[in-house]
């Protein structure tokens, strides 16, 4: 028999239980309430922003230097190099133009640091470039041992020499320096080898001296060899400024490097926007040149890993305010896909022209995947108003550009951030356009147009070399301020006090018989 009340604290139960529903109810209202609020706040917020804004015209002018100018001279104690060196130097530069660059720029300060005479380095002849013009058909010899005489000595040749009556040649030890060596390595292992020797012989040599080194002198001096030294043959430098004269006879002009390449591809592992008979011929190429590694594309678009299409570079610039008026040069080999790729890009920007197209001596197409060409578009490229790479990864060409082009003037870049620019293409090809080109915009506002940056890994020395090769004249920090103008007749007059005459210091002595 159930007792007396027993339904009533059932009742009282359920009472408390429906009341406290009520209660949740009220407060989750109240939390929907405030959500909407604060939502239409932030809406009403992100109205009042500014849309982003790229003024195109004031990108034909060089970027701001905030007091800045190029200065590549010693600043501290810089003796000329020695009457006698500890040896010959030769090294073999791989790669292509840009990177062989590169490599004579280290091969020039590893002989600075060990005291070597540098034989005039070799410029691989590889497979790729079926070119055999040598350092000789390509730079300008005579200004690179000119301009390098407070540095270094240099010769042509490892001489003959004369020992016990007996005309020798020096046979040099051949070895291969480790990637990225440290200055150590060089002072150490390979000085030992050169005194006991005579020459050494450094290949491959790309790639083999560290590029982060704590003493500004040695950096400075790879600017020396980079953008004083280096000066393609007369000739080139014709050929390349007939033709930025005829591109800028209607104004200004604009460059691309366009990377949308095999190689670059292949390296990439972009593949699945090609045909399946591409997609092998891709594949192919990836097995036979790069290490085996798991690809997947959607992955690799979406962290912007991916060269950018040529459609994709015509929005970019579009978004940025570019017009169909735009005069464009692309700097580029054989575009994979071919012309269904660069169709698009045409249609938005009609005004395009290569080497081939504005070359009228015919030159360029004889030798159109050799260093000639390759040369003459690095000096359009330098020269040109903007200058914009498509891929700046292991691109050497690009990345030795900008670093160029900012010595030279902080003359105006625009590098896409590919990763930034991803999902927002990513959406478009989904169908959410609207917005578009606003996002493309933000995205270009975060990125450096060519101005003095600090510069953070990876960035390479060779793509900027600021501050070391950069000065001003009122400068707070006494590191930074500019050497007096006469520092030319300084460097002469210890080269005098040292009893090295101008001839001598242009290494010409150096190649005539020691008797020993």
Known sequence: MRRPGYRQPLKQQLSGVKAMFTRLSIAVIVLVICMFMLMSAMSSSNSNIPSAEINAEALWGTAASDGWRPSSAPRSDWPPPPSESNGYLRVRCNGGLNQQRSAICNAVLAARIMNATLVLPELDANSFWHDDSGFQGIYDVEHFIKTLKYDVRIVESIPEIRKNGKVKKIKAKQIRPPRDAPISWYTTEALKMMKEHGAIYLTPFSHRLEEEIDYPEYQRLRCRVNYHALQFKPHIMELSNSIVSKLRSQGHFMTIHLRFEMDMLAFAGCFDIFSPEEQKILKKYRQENFAEKRLVYDERRAIGKCPLTPEEVGLILRAMGFDNSTRIYLAAGELFGGERFMKPFRSMFPRLENHSTVDTTGELGKNTRGLLGSAVDYMVCLLSDIFMPTYDGPSNFANNLLGHRL??????TIRPDR??????FINREKGHTAGFEEA????????????????????????????????????VNPADKCPPDDISQTLDSQLESEGISDFEASGSNLTSAVDK
């Not at 010595?407 to 105006?412: C, E, L, N, S």
């Not at 990763?419 to 927002?424: E, F, G, Q, R, V």
């Open 440 to 475: 493309v915009r933000r995205a270009m506002l975060k990125t450096n147009f060519g101005g003095p940056h600090k510069r953070i890994s990876p960035e390479s020395f060779y793509t900027n070399s600021w501050p070391e090769c950069f000065c001003k004249k009122s400068a």
């Open 419 to 424: 990763k930034a620019l991803a999902p927002i």
């Open 407 to 412: 010595y030279y003037g902080f003359r105006t």
